[in-house]
Every structure is written in C-alpha cells, then in structure tokens.
C-alpha cells in the first residue's frame, strides 16, 4: 500500500515534466477567399462568383466582365495566410462599374472589399468606393458596415447595400463591398467579396519529449522516488 503510493507520485512528477516539453499541432483554417462579381439577373442570366482567390490559388484578375445589364473594367483578387504569425487576409476590387437592375443604374470608378484575421482577435473588414452612385445618387466613399439604402426612394424597386458584413457560422466573416438586390427576388448583383477569419496560429506538430536537462530532472526525481520508498520500507519492516 505504501510501495504503490510512493511510486505512483514519482511517475505523476516524471509525466508532469515530460508533458512540458511538448506541443500540439493547430490545422489551419480553409475559409479564406475572395471573388470579383456575383451575378444574377432577370430571364435567367447568371454569372458564378469569379474570378476567384483560395489559399491554393492566392491571386487572380481579369480585364473585364460583361453580363446582360453588368459591365466593369479591371477585376482582381487576392488572398494571403501566414499561419507562423496567425494572420490572414483578403482583398477584392472591381473597377469601372457600369450596370443597371430593374433599370435602376449604379455605377462606380472603383469598389473595394477587404478583411483582415488575426488570432485571438475578431475579423475586421471594411469597403471604400470611389465615384460610386445610384441613380444620380454619391455615395459615401467610406460607409459604415451595413449601409442600406432604397431605390428609387418613392418606389423602392432594389436594395442597395454597402460593406454589407456577415458573420458566418464557422466563424468567418464575409464583407461585399456593394450588393443590389431586386425587392421582388428576381436578380442580385454582387460586387466585391471578401471572407476570412477567424486566423489560427501553427505550431510544431513533431517537438521531440523531453531531452537534456528535462530528461534528466525527471529520470532524478524517479530515481529519488524510489530511494525513498527503499529507505521507508526498511524502517517499517526492519
């Protein structure tokens, strides 16, 4: 009853060192990307997400996109992760917007979406237009994370949201830099979109136990463990 207690607190003490001396692995998240334009009309006329920024592919541009009502000049996107530091980003930008839902006209020199992640912080993202207006309208080159306006404003006809943020289920958070949205349903023009976060921070995922000085600490304290049971066994029993 004695020897099992001696020796069961020698090897908690050896176990205690042992266990210092490693580390776990964090797998890096996948949510980062960014797309240029997400388009759907009326009769049918739909346009996926593109072009399109992973971490497997971190950049990607085109000159220009034409669909139906929606034209643009340059697009690009851009996605980056550093796992050693625990950030990652993404950016997305649409130049020379020209378009036009239910015949209400939108256009802007420039849309941009962006958000930035770092581990053990929230995601931050933010949107800045340049020349942007609707229906002769300016607009705030700057606007706060979900601005919201009706158009035309007697007949509301589209939702025009800007730095529209959402959060997302696995902790993410998507920013589109504007989003035009028909009242009835039938067309959703996105521009601009940014998602990452939340950012993880890698570690060594082989660190070796303990060697060197902890090693021997804690093949000592074992071995002193047991003297110590040897010499309390020999005054009980002798």
Request: overall charge negative.
């Amino acid at each position: 009853m004695f020897l099992g207690r001696t020796f069961a607190v020698s090897l908690a003490a050896l176990t205690a060192l042992l266990a210092g001396t490693t580390s776990t692995a964090h797998a890096s998240d996948d949510t980062v990307n960014a797309y240029g334009a997400s388009i759907t009309l009326p009769l049918g006329l739909r346009f996926r997400p593109a072009p399109e920024a992973e971490a497997g592919n971190p950049a990607a541009e085109v000159a220009s996109i034409n669909v139906g009502t929606v034209s643009t000049g340059a697009v690009a996107v851009e996605v980056e992760r550093k796992t050693a530091v625990g950030t990652e980003s993404a950016r997305a930008s649409v130049d020379g917007l020209n378009a036009a839902l239910l015949g209400v006209g939108f256009t802007a020199g420039s849309v941009r979406a962006e958000c930035t992640a770092v581990a053990g912080q929230p995601t931050t993202g933010s949107t800045t237009l340049a020349d942007a207006r609707v229906l002769g309208t300016t607009l705030d080159s700057s606007p706060a994370a979900g601005t919201t306006f009706l158009f035309p404003p007697l007949l509301p006809l589209v939702e025009v949201r800007l730095n529209e943020q959402i959060p997302n289920a696995d902790g993410s958070l998507t920013v589109h830099g504007m989003r035009v949205r028909a009242l009835s349903g039938d067309g959703d023009v996105i521009l601009s979109s940014a998602t990452c976060g939340p950012a993880t921070l890698d570690a060594p995922s082989d660190a070796p136990l303990a060697s060197g000085a902890g090693l021997y600490m804690a093949l000592g304290l074992a071995a002193a463990g047991g003297g110590a049971m040897l010499l309390r066994r020999r005054r009980r029993f002798g």
